[in-house]
């Protein structure tokens, strides 16, 4: 039996298997079935206690007395299902993970066990991806994830692709009309999920605010972010996996002044662990894929004065976060700093896909300008920061950094 970590997997010797999830309290427990793109080829992929069979992947309920599991016959999937996650969420409205630590057990089809795994410093998640079976090179494995979410499982489930509807809006009284022939009843809808469903209004019936229009792309060319703002690293419905340039600007607020900023990026794990950091002293990490330019000291002459060149496709599978950052070395304050920005470029060619004007300052020494998360689904996205902190230095950059991940 092997005891998994974060990010850890082992070769799967049987081709039919379990994973129960069990906790001091009632979890449910869901399996999604997803193809190469990362996302469900419908809401039939989607298993869970409603919806109980799908192809090659079964939902088992313990009945309150044993774990619920997801049983999975790795030679009865269809062609171009790759990958088959576990997710687990609290059965009691609300509830967090906090003080409750869930282990999913790996087992074969005669209950012998593989693996087990019980995911780290849990708190405020309300839905855990716990573990993944996933196909690579022609052979099945199973990985240990244990990626959390604070909004259940309607985020992982909009993540992967699978319909998260409002509720209908409530008509206003009609007038009376002539009575018209009896309409046939519609087919029965098809099973949903009541924890992915909104809550009931508790005020009188009014009409919904209309739903979000989802995430912000890159299909209609360069995106202008504002802080907060996250844009997601897709193109013509396809994560964008080529090699990404992030360039830094800035000048000085006041002619004649140098001011020597530097540029830097750090990468972070699954539990927010910090992976390594590239900056000046170090101008490559992680095998060659996280490179940087080399140190201005000025800030003079146009265009990006340091550029970080990312190869997203060679990250290393536990890179899971990277947060650009610069520093005052030198110890001027921000607001001693003009037209400081960031953009996102597409190495190959050149083109500018994401730009973010930091248009206000504050006196400290150091910025948080930006990160990329990379999400289950295998997309990367974008956030526009502009956080400030007290540090001269990328090492006092780590912690706070993760903080914001």
């Not at 049983?71 to 997710?87: N, Q």
């Not at 209908?168 to 949903?192: E, I, L, S």
């Not at 979000?212 to 193109?235: C, E, M």
Request: with cysteine; aromatic share 6%.
């Amino acid at each position: 039996m092997t005891a998994m970590t974060p990010g850890s997997n082992i070769p799967l010797t049987a081709a039919r298997v379990a994973v129960d999830v069990a906790a001091p309290v009632r979890l449910d427990v869901s399996g999604l079935l997803l193809g190469a793109n990362g996302k469900v080829r419908s809401d039939d992929d989607f298993i869970f206690y409603n919806q109980p069979a799908g192809p090659g992947v079964t939902y088992r309920s313990g009945g309150g007395t044993a774990p619920d599991a997801i049983l999975v016959d790795t030679g009865a999937l269809p062609a171009g299902v790759e990958r088959i996650v576990v997710t687990a969420s609290p059965d009691a409205a609300g509830q967090t993970f906090q003080g409750i630590e869930p282990t999913a057990t790996i087992r074969d089809a005669d209950g012998g066990v593989l693996a087990t795994f019980t995911p780290p410093r849990l708190s405020t998640e309300t839905a855990l991806v716990v573990v993944e079976i996933y196909l690579r090179n022609g052979a099945w494995k199973a990985r240990a994830v244990g990626q959390g979410y604070a909004n259940g499982l309607a985020g992982i489930a909009t993540d992967f692709g699978v319909s998260v509807d409002e509720e209908p809006a409530v008509a206003a009284p009609a007038a009376p009309a002539p009575v018209a022939p009896p309409v046939p009843p519609a087919p029965p809808a098809a099973p949903v999920d009541p924890r992915l469903a909104p809550p009931a209004p508790s005020a009188p019936p009014v009409a919904p605010a209309p739903a979000p229009t989802g995430k912000i792309n890159l299909d209609k060319g360069r995106v202008s972010l504002q802080k907060n703002q996250t844009v997601s690293l897709v193109k013509g419905g396809r994560p964008l996996l080529s090699q990404v340039k992030m360039g830094l600007g800035w000048e000085p607020a006041y002619r004649g002044k140098d001011i020597d900023l530097d540029a830097s990026v750090i990468a972070y794990g699954p539990q927010r662990n910090h992976l390594d950091s590239c900056y000046f002293g170090k101008l490559a990490i992680l095998n060659g894929s996280v490179k940087h330019s080399g140190d201005n000291l000025t800030g003079e002459g146009a265009g990006d004065d340091e550029v970080i060149t990312v190869d997203l496709g060679r990250l290393p599978a536990e890179v899971t976060g990277l947060v650009f950052t610069v520093n005052s070395f030198s110890g001027q304050k921000f607001t001693e700093v003009a037209k400081a920005y960031c953009r996102l470029l597409d190495a190959a060619t050149g083109e500018e896909l994401v730009r973010f004007d930091l248009t206000t300052a504050e006196p400290q020494t150091g910025v948080m300008m930006a990160k990329l998360i990379r999400q289950f689904s295998g997309e990367w996205e974008m956030t526009a920061m502009g956080e400030f902190v007290k540090s001269r230095t990328v090492r006092g950059m780590v912690k706070p950094a993760a903080q914001a991940l």
